[in-house]
């Protein structure tokens, strides 16, 4: 690496022939580095690069607990390897930048004629002149002192100290995320255990929402510290990003009430005992579009974090069990639902840059790889068709939050002229498809 100032020195998209799938941020001994996802179109400025490397820790935080994987795996290659706050980091930063050193305010009394008086102890403390009212038939008191407050900042403090350690250790991890400045080396020791038991009393006597996120931040920071110098191996991201796409897709496009499609199965015991496993087959995402009553439909989406959209390699393609659960998952909504299957359409969906010139270049976020179908169905259904389809990974990651109606309708339109296009493509090859079978 010749510019570690450089943003664009820090990152990398994982590509389908990498032996590590890992996306988030990860140091191992020397620079910490940010892996984006398969497909993730890189920006080219640091300004933009900041944005992209933030919006990934955020949707990475979001969909951290997304099914059984995690985006802090403790144990990711090497017992020195530790679980990473990165909320707790860019907190102590953020502070920082804006603030400077956290400083106690140390309250200062003083007996003066003026100032900022505290009136409940000029009272206790101060002697008034007793003085007659324009009446002269009531006395009351007048002060010529009073006890005055001044407020100053205590940088002597050893939560201070605490800070500055805390802010130190935050840059050398991630500050380079936001400036090539480096503040200097803490004076002291790093007392983890000291440390810990100043910010948990500080912690449990604040009243100040600022402030308990700035303790429980640097409370965080240090209980993440290992006992080597700190430590110089650490990550923040997930070896299963396919739980974290699922959960794009689903946020982008799927329907809320997705539970009302679960597919269920039962036992009937011979002993009267009806048994209902507690794992139903659950699709992906449901999206529907209703522009009006008659053209009500739903797409059945599986989100796929496969290699095709990078490679472009038949192998990095969906395979029969997800062809049949998908065909499975849209006949429950036909047969319960009993909704048409022309209104029943079937999709997978898979990541792909649209700027890649040397795969599937397109001006749209979205592209048509063909179809899926199966043997041992007819094909005569509008769902027994699953249609392939490639998102820009960059389109989805920076639109999923809004969930817009313009975007569902496009793709639904998009899997509905794929079907069109796909459908006359499956007729034209019936007769290679039998001499398969």
């Known amino acids: 690496m010749t510019n570690n100032n450089t943003l664009k020195n820090r990152i990398d998209v994982v590509k389908h022939y990498s032996e590590d799938k890992f996306v988030g941020l990860k140091a191992d001994g020397g620079d910490a580095l940010v892996y984006f996802?398969?497909?993730?179109?890189?920006?080219?400025?640091?300004?933009?690069?900041?944005?992209?490397?933030?919006?990934?820790?955020?949707?990475?935080?979001?969909?951290?607990?997304?099914?059984?994987?995690s985006s802090t795996e403790k144990k990711y290659e090497e017992s020195h390897d530790v679980e990473f706050p990165i909320n707790a980091y860019l907190e102590i930063i953020r502070y920082y930048?804006?603030?400077g050193y956290y400083t106690e305010v140390e309250s200062v009394y003083k007996t003066r004629e003026r100032g900022k008086i505290d009136w409940?102890?000029?009272?206790?403390?101060?002697?008034?002149?007793?003085?007659?009212?324009?009446?002269?038939?009531?006395?009351?008191?007048?002060?010529?002192?009073?006890?005055?407050?001044?407020?100053?900042?205590?940088?002597?403090?050893?939560?201070?100290?605490?800070?500055?350690?805390?802010?130190?250790?935050?840059?050398?991890?991630?500050?380079w995320i936001f400036t090539s400045f480096m503040p200097p080396k803490a004076e002291g020791a790093f007392d983890e255990k000291r440390f810990l038991a100043i910010l948990r009393t500080k912690l449990a006597n604040t009243n100040n929402d600022n402030k308990k996120r700035l303790f429980q931040s640097m409370i965080d920071i240090i209980e993440s510290i290992d006992e080597d110098e700190h430590g110089n191996k650490f990550h923040f991201g997930t070896k299963s990003f396919e739980n974290v796409w699922e959960g794009l897709i689903d946020k982008a496009?799927?329907?809320?009430?997705?539970?009302?499609?679960?597919?269920?199965?039962?036992?009937?015991?011979?002993?009267?005992?009806?048994?209902?496993?507690?794992?139903?087959?659950?699709p992906d995402s449901i999206m529907c579009t209703?522009?009006?009553?008659?053209?009500?439909?739903?797409?059945?989406?599986?989100?796929?974090?496969?290699?095709?959209?990078?490679?472009?390699?038949?192998?990095?393609?969906?395979?029969?069990?997800?062809?049949?659960?998908?065909?499975?998952?849209?006949e429950n909504i036909e047969t319960n639902k009993e909704i048409n299957h022309r209104n029943i359409y079937n999709a997978f969906l898979i990541p792909f840059n649209m700027e890649n010139e040397d795969k599937f270049h397109s001006d749209e976020p979205f592209v048509n790889i063909g179809e899926a179908v199966s043997q041992w169905r007819k094909n005569e259904?509008?769902?027994?068709?699953?249609q392939g389809i490639l998102v820009d990974?960059?389109?989805?990651?920076?639109?999923y939050r809004s969930k817009s109606t313009s975007n569902i309708n496009k793709l639904a339109k998009f899997i509905e002229d794929a079907y069109k296009d796909n459908e006359r493509l499956y007729e034209r090859n019936k007769e290679r498809l039998r001499n398969e079978n």
């Open 37 to 69: 996802p398969l497909g993730y179109r890189l920006s080219e400025t640091d300004e933009e690069i900041r944005s992209d490397i933030l919006k990934l820790f955020g949707i990475l935080n979001e969909f951290k607990d997304t099914k059984e994987g």
């Open 97 to 99: 930048l804006e603030n």
């Open 120 to 175: 409940s102890r000029t009272i206790k403390q101060q002697k008034p002149l007793l003085s007659l009212n324009n009446h002269k038939c009531t006395y009351f008191p007048v002060y010529t002192l009073f006890t005055t407050i001044q407020s100053t900042p205590n940088e002597n403090k050893e939560i201070t100290r605490i800070h500055q350690h805390c802010v130190r250790i935050s840059f050398e991890r991630v500050g």
């Open 253 to 282: 496009f799927g329907t809320e009430n997705k539970r009302d499609y679960y597919h269920r199965a039962h036992w009937i015991l011979s002993n009267g005992e009806i048994y209902t496993p507690s794992q139903p087959l659950q």
């Open 290 to 330: 209703n522009d009006s009553e008659e053209n009500y439909c739903y797409f059945v989406l599986d989100a796929k974090y496969y290699r095709y959209g990078d490679s472009g390699s038949s192998e990095h393609l969906p395979q029969n069990s997800d062809i049949n659960k998908q065909i499975t998952y849209a």
């Open 381 to 386: 259904k509008n769902y027994e068709h699953i």
């Open 393 to 399: 990974t960059k389109f989805l990651m920076n639109s």
